[in-house]
């Protein structure tokens, strides 16, 4: 069975910094992908980024941008320029390419976003 | 285009009752996934549905949990007996079948949730 491992439970940055989110997973899956999703306070899950783990590029959305570390089992999360509406839960997820496809959660970090 | 829709978002029910949670996928979409959300952890997987038939429920408690996800109409979520350890957040997602259009077929996208607090 797929874990997702978030050792930081809570973490803070200045708006306009860079705060950087860890994650590692435990598999023995070649293929699948990798997610973080933001939690806001309305609880609505919203897609931040996603990884396709036969790709070496790192995946990059705007100011969001991942380290894909596919031999460590390690995708953390850079948030550049982070603004006050970035505060929110962030939960990395794991998917298994093929079968069922569901998401595989961490318990997630709650980032604050100080002004 | 419409996204995932949950309803109710808040639901009390005390011990003993029936929780029914429904959720409408996206147009065009014929997968559905229902998670549950403890207080302070992360969503946990509970069961795979698409039109008539349930293809994964691994992660549905053996008793009182059921879903069904019809050819017409929403999919559910039913809870009956509701005990005090069901108060959680449900959410549901829905993800489309195929490739459509070259893009991305496993992205899922949430509903806002449905509240279940048992009393």
């Known amino acids: 069975a797929q874990t997702v491992t978030q050792s930081q439970p809570e973490m803070s940055v200045q708006e306009a910094e860079t705060v950087t989110l860890s994650c590692t997973y435990d598999?023995?899956?070649?293929?699948?992908?990798l997610f973080w999703y933001k939690q806001p306070p309305s609880r609505q899950m919203i897609l931040v980024i996603r990884?396709?783990?036969?790709?070496?590029q790192n995946a990059t959305e705007n100011r969001f941008s991942v380290n894909f570390q596919k031999a460590a089992k390690s995708f953390s999360l850079k948030i550049s320029d982070s603004q006050l509406g970035d505060t929110a839960m962030y939960f990395c997820?794991?998917?298994?390419?093929?079968?069922?496809?569901?998401?595989?959660f961490g318990k997630g970090t709650k980032l604050t976003v100080n002004p | 285009n419409a996204g995932v829709m949950q309803n109710p978002r808040h639901l009390v029910r005390r011990r003993g009752q029936e929780a029914r949670l429904r959720c409408s996928p996206m147009?065009?979409?014929?997968?559905v996934y229902w998670y549950r959300q403890l207080p302070e952890e992360g969503l946990k997987f509970m069961v795979y549905?698409?039109?008539?038939?349930?293809?994964?429920e691994s992660g549905m408690p053996k008793e009182r949990f059921s879903a069904e996800f019809p050819k017409e109409g929403p999919s559910i979520l039913r809870i009956q007996q509701v005990v005090r350890g069901d108060s959680a957040a449900y959410f549901c997602?829905?993800?489309?079948?195929?490739?459509?259009?070259?893009?991305?077929?496993?992205?899922?996208?949430f509903g806002p949730g449905t509240r279940l607090t048992v009393t």
């Open positions: 990884q396709e783990a036969y790709k070496q």
């Open positions: 147009k065009g979409h014929s997968h």
């Open positions: 549905l698409q039109k008539e038939n349930i293809i994964d």
């Open positions: 997820a794991f998917m298994k390419q093929g079968g069922s496809e569901k998401l595989v």
């Open positions: 997602a829905s993800s489309p079948t195929g490739k459509a259009g070259g893009g991305f077929s496993y992205e899922q996208y």
């Open positions: 598999t023995s899956e070649s293929n699948y992908y």
